[in-house]
């Protein structure tokens, strides 16, 4: 799939926030790596960006840029949804592959993105370096090493689904982050589009109720937390809360076959245990690091993540009273909704959805999901590309 490889990669990145110039700066860090350009709604972050990468072009029109400077490889690491999916879509059709940090549009919009892509014969994969991007790498290892997978697990450091991006505001300073960016992470909205990432890329779906999130000490406990024999074969996502090494990922693994004594003998031997679960694990993701690797993999037509089917969404829920009448203006890393991730219902509402100008058309009590009777969507982008999206197959 894909163009030949080249011996210097043409990147450009749209969104130039903390983690944007950041992405920045390790692409132009990587010898086989040029950065072209990169483009923000505000030129200025853009131009901090290319300074700091000490090359490329900055621009706030990403449409010129992607016309003025051809590159191979667009990062995209907005924030944005509907405005992200029309980068990606542009990109597309000239013939660039897609690298998405950007997991909101990823989760939304992976099926229409991989559709058009194919049409033109380039790459969309998620980001290497971010927990669902590590665990497809651990999981394709795993499996090279005859395991089946019974659990793909995150690490949460803390969770609190009330946050808001006032009660947040000081800590996301303190991480250079925006209020609304912090926000979702601490609300748990961040953590569970991950986790459905990786249920629809693999056909995991969540334990029965949801996520369970027990709280945890050390990630060696993940194989004490859970009743494994109840999945029923069927991998399930999960998370630990509070387990060392914060910010790490880990797998449950069960060999494919009955093991042989000396199998057995020789997975103990290496410190997994004695089975019959093993733990498998990372102590670190490191975000912005790792995507280079990412951007490698979308030049050599090996996605991470490729979209399988919709066996899990991450559904709105409200954080608060929600009032008749009233209007949701930014879902994800709101005071409003938090997401989390169950197996597809028709009946609710993808969080993903709710990015412009949603108004309620009943009133929802504090933790309760939001129901399409419960909202009127008007006609925005990502809608429209969603509808697009749901006309493609049953599957999606």
């Known amino acids: 799939m894909g163009k030949e490889r080249c011996t210097e990669i043409k990147v450009g990145i749209v969104g130039a ?67 992200a999916a029309e980068y990606c879509l542009a990109a ?38 971010d927990q669902h991007g590590v665990l497809a790498v651990m999981i394709e290892e795993a499996r090279a090493m005859a395991f089946d997978i019974v659990q793909a697990g995150n690490i949460k450091g803390f969770l609190d689904q009330s946050a ?47 996520m369970t999130g027990p709280r945890a000490s050390y990630v060696q406990e993940a194989l004490e937390k859970f009743d494994f024999e109840s999945y029923k074969g069927i991998p399930r996502i999960e998370y630990l809360l509070g387990a060392e090494p914060g910010g790490g990922v880990y797998l449950v693994v069960k060999p494919q076959k009955n093991l042989p004594p000396e199998q057995a003998f020789y997975l103990n031997y290496y410190k997994l245990g004695s089975g019959p679960y093993y733990l498998l694990y990372r ?26 089917q919709t066996r899990c969404e991450v559904y709105a829920y409200a ?12 879902a994800i890393g709101s005071q409003e909704c938090y997401g989390i991730a ?3 219902d028709s ?24 129901r399409w009777e419960d909202v009127l969507i008007s006609d925005s982008k990502i809608f429209g590309y969603w509808k697009e999206q749901r006309s493609l197959n049953s599957h999606v």
């Not at 954080?319 to 930014?330: F, R």
């Not at 993808?350 to 108004?359: D, R």
Request: charged share 25%.
């Open 17 to 83: 926030g903390a983690m944007g110039t950041a992405i920045a700066f390790q692409v132009s860090s990587t010898p086989e790596m040029k950065l072209s350009w990169v483009s923000d709604s505000k030129k200025e972050a853009a131009e901090k960006a290319i300074q700091v990468a000490g090359e490329g072009e900055a621009g706030d029109d990403f449409f010129s840029m992607l016309n003025d400077y051809p590159i191979d490889v667009l990062v995209e690491a907005t924030n944005s949804i509907g405005a």
């Open 92 to 129: 597309i059709e000239k013939g660039v592959h897609l690298v998405l940090m950007n997991a909101e549009v990823d989760l939304a919009l992976r099926p229409l993105l991989e559709h058009k892509a194919k049409e033109k014969g380039v790459c969309v994969t998620s980001d290497a370096g």
């Open 164 to 210: 808001t991006p006032q009660s947040i505001e000081f800590e996301a300073k303190k991480r250079n982050l925006s209020a609304t960016q912090c926000c979702a992470y601490t609300d748990g909205t961040k953590l569970h589009i991950e986790m459905a990432l990786l249920a629809n890329a693999y056909g995991f779906i969540p334990p029965e109720g949801g």
């Open 283 to 308: 102590p670190y993701h490191l975000c912005h690091l790792e995507t280079p690797k990412a951007i490698k993999r979308a030049i050599e037509g090996h996605p991470l993540l490729s979209f399988h």
């Open 319 to 330: 954080k608060c009273k929600l009032i008749e009448g009233d209007k949701i203006s930014h």
């Open 342 to 344: 169950a197996p597809y």
């Open 347 to 370: 009946e609710l509402v993808p969080i993903t959805l709710l990015e412009h100008g949603v108004k309620l058309k009943n009133t929802i009590p504090p933790h309760t999901p939001i």
